[in-house]
Every structure is written in C-alpha cells, then in structure tokens.
C-alpha cells in the first residue's frame, strides 16, 4: 500500500533534543510517556550509544511529525528492564518493539500514526525483523486504533498499579499481504 504522504526516518541526533523537549512537555505526549527530562536521558543515552534502542524523527511531507523508536527485546531482558515490563519474558529474544508519538498536537487523528507506522514497519520487516510488538496503555484508545489499523493485534494484558498494558503483536502474514 503506497503512502500517501512523504514519509522519511531521520536518526535522532543532538541537534533534535529542543525540538523533543518541547514535544514532550506538551499534554498530549505527557499523558503517556514520562517525565520529559527523563525520557530526554533515555534518548541521550540512545544517541550516545549506551542504549542500543534506535530513535529516529519522522518527517511528513518535509516537516518533523514525531519520535518513533525500535528496540531489542533480548537487549531489555539482558539490561534489567523487565524488572518494570515483566512481560517481556513472554516474548522471544529475537523479537523487537516499536514506540511513537506524534509530536504536534494539530497531527492527531489524521490518520499520520498509523501511517508512518506502516513505513516503518516495513523498514524492519525489511531488515528482517519477523517478531514485533508494541505496548500501548490500554487507555490510550486513539494509539490502541492507529496500531490496530497497522497490522497489530492484541495478544495480551499485563496489569500493574496504575496501567493496563496492551501487548499487541503484528500479524506479519496480513501485514506482507496488504503492503505487497
């Protein structure tokens, strides 16, 4: 399914991190990912090397869109990390996860997510990644939407204190069919 719009990945450099301050500190991003300052130190250390996630810009018709990012299941298990995802035990280590946000609040509902989210998708089903999984806040119905209309399907919940985790996981063969 050809895109619509323009769509390219740029690695994240340091050059971005104002641009992300920004995105992160306005509500909408706020609700669903943490503190600016500390996300903002968890893409530092992305960009620095100390983390192997990989973060990119996305850009739409030209313009910067938002922050998505891919990162290694066997590489959060191997980190500590499923001490606050325990979930991730249930996946392979060969498996990876995807995150993003739209960074402009105007973008939302316009179907921009689920868009880039197909590109990007078949850049690491291209790169052949077979295994990818996404974990939206079950409350987050908008992301829930964008990654249902991407090709992903839920599998299972994880409950902690505060959230409803959604595993959701993408149904490649469907995907693969529908991206030709």
């Known amino acids: ?3 619509e719009r323009n ?9 971005d991190y104002p641009l992300l301050r920004r995105w992160m500190e306005s509500p909408h991003m706020r609700e669903w990912w943490g503190e600016p300052e500390t996300e903002l130190g968890y893409i530092r250390d992305m960009v620095e090397g100390r983390d192997t996630t990989r973060p990119f810009i996305f850009h739409v018709d030209g313009e910067p869109a938002g922050y998505i990012q891919v990162w290694s299941i066997g590489d959060a298990i191997a980190g500590g990390y499923d001490d606050k995802a325990p979930w991730l035990h249930g996946a392979t280590p060969d498996a990876v996860g995807v995150d993003l946000s739209i960074g402009n609040p105007d973008q939302l509902s316009r179907g ?4 880039v989210l197909r590109n990007f ?3 690491l089903v291209e790169e052949g990644h077979e295994t990818i999984i996404i974990d939206p806040d079950e409350a987050n119905r908008r992301a829930v939407r964008a990654y249902e209309k991407a ?6 919940r994880h409950v902690d204190d505060d959230s409803v985790t959604l595993l959701m996981k993408l149904d490649l063969k469907r995907f693969k069919e529908t991206t030709g």
Not at 7 to 15: D, G, K, L
Not at 112 to 115: P, Q, R, V
Not at 151 to 156: E, L
Request: charged share 10%; hydrophobic share 50%; no cysteine.
């Open 151 to 156: 090709g992903f399907v839920a599998y299972d």
């Open 7 to 15: 769509i390219r990945f740029a690695p994240v450099t340091p050059a």
């Open 121 to 123: 998708l078949a850049m």
């Open 1 to 3: 399914m050809p895109s």
């Open 112 to 115: 921009i997510g689920t868009e």
